[in-house]
């Protein structure tokens, strides 16, 4: 077997993964799978228990997402494509709040058995306000599909598949695809000429024959193989054996922090992971299935689909709780792929956003300041260290190349947009990084409303833009002490006159 492994991607390579990124609208996706909720519960913990030795949470808030296969339709949706979800749930309040989670998804059009054999799986993850994760309690009763139900199964897949790009098994062993559904599925696909992805479960994967993908992770695919997986050539090993029993066009292995392998013919393709730091590897399977899936019906090669869905889950990881990723996100990251550090700070209006939501179901308090930026000196630094100690979390609002020519004049930035984001997301006070093409951040803060408001003490309340609308609604205003005779347009006067006093 011809083992490579890849690093950093040509630009050739970003370019052609952009543009296969660009196809994911539109493409309509079949989901079969295992649903369930997945409930978030954030509490205090300040106390162990006088009963026994476990912590005390008060608990402050909770949130519940679509989980199992129902998170593989909600990234296929965050994703720009149409999905078509069939699933199975149980006749009880769970199962209700599914179809009602299910019918706020846009783009994604459900079919759901609801089976009275059944109950509907809730997993519940409790956290500590800072993010910890302290206890997961699992509601379910794992019962195969009845004859009825997998009957009306089958003839939901048989009246979607002929309009579907590519199909999905999202199989979590809750019974949805551990009968003969999987493989009654791939029969028809493999009739219907459209390909198959698997996320699988257990140890027996004989229904799963026939398929094009399957994605299991390490230890899935050790326990599928009862091999040991010591080292890339024995995973690949394993992969390569379970690719000819199956008879499927190839085997990708998760491996959490370790990145992915890719297995198809002779080949074993290594891609080392693209996060920096991992927050919650929750789902992080499904946005991975999703990506990969989408990139092979939008024309891509096993590798390409690979790298995008190992970029995803570089992206998801990074995220507390269940959450998904959004083509903005992905194309993010490849534009900002060679700068250190930017892939995970970086972000548009709509990813601020989405954090600043996260960040306020966490109780964390949201810092902004904005500037140019445009060649880092020591007051910026202290600037964005006192900024950030009034707050838990700090956004940095950076005008676009645009945006400074019209404020600072022709010549102006010295360093373009990229450059300087990419110069400002390494620094460790600041955690998102969002460039804005106005004169003023005005929009930006009346969308992100932080609850503090940070700028240099050479402005004046009344001088700053967005003062008015933070303290509108109990927000703070700072004004950070200054570093005596630092400024940007200071420094790029000095090195004119030090250029012009050069003599050839």
Known sequence: MIAKAHDELSTDDLAALTALLG?????????????????SIYGEVKRISPEAPVPIVRITRESSELGGAGNVARNLAALGARCAFVTAVGDDRAGREVGNMLARLTNVEPYLRVSRQRETTIKSRFFSL???HLLRADRESVVTVSADDLADLERAVASQIK?????????????????????????????????????PKGANYDRYAGANVITPNRTELAEATGLALDGNDAIAAAAGALRRELGVDAVLVTRSGEGMTLVSGAN?????????????????GDTVVA???LALASGGTLLQAARLANVAAGVVVGRHGTAV???????TVLRQSGLVGADQKLKDRSGVLACVMEWRRQGLKVGFTNGCFDLIHPGHVSLLSQARAACDRLIVG????????RLKGEGRPVQNEAARAAVMASLSPVDLVVIFSEDTPLALVEALRPDVLVKGADYTKEQIVGAEVVESYGGRVVLASLVAAQSTTATIAAMKSAKSGVKG
């Open 23 to 39: 196809g994911f609208a539109g493409r309509r996706v079949l989901c079969v799978g295992d649903v369930m909720v997945d409930r």
């Open 130 to 132: 800072d993010g910890h």
């Open 163 to 199: 309009d579907a790009d590519a199909i999905i098994l999202s199989d979590y062993g809750k019974g949805v695809l551990t009968g003969t559904l999987a493989a009654a599925v791939i029969a028809m696909a493999r009739k219907a000429g459209k390909p198959v992805v698997v996320d």
């Open 268 to 284: 074993a393709d290594h891609l080392p992971a693209e996060t920096r730091e991992v927050a919650d590897v929750t789902g992080a």
């Open 291 to 293: 990506t990969l899936t």
């Open 325 to 331: 990723v959004t083509q903005q996100d992905i194309a």
């Open 398 to 405: 950076l005008n676009s190349d645009e945006s400074v020519r």
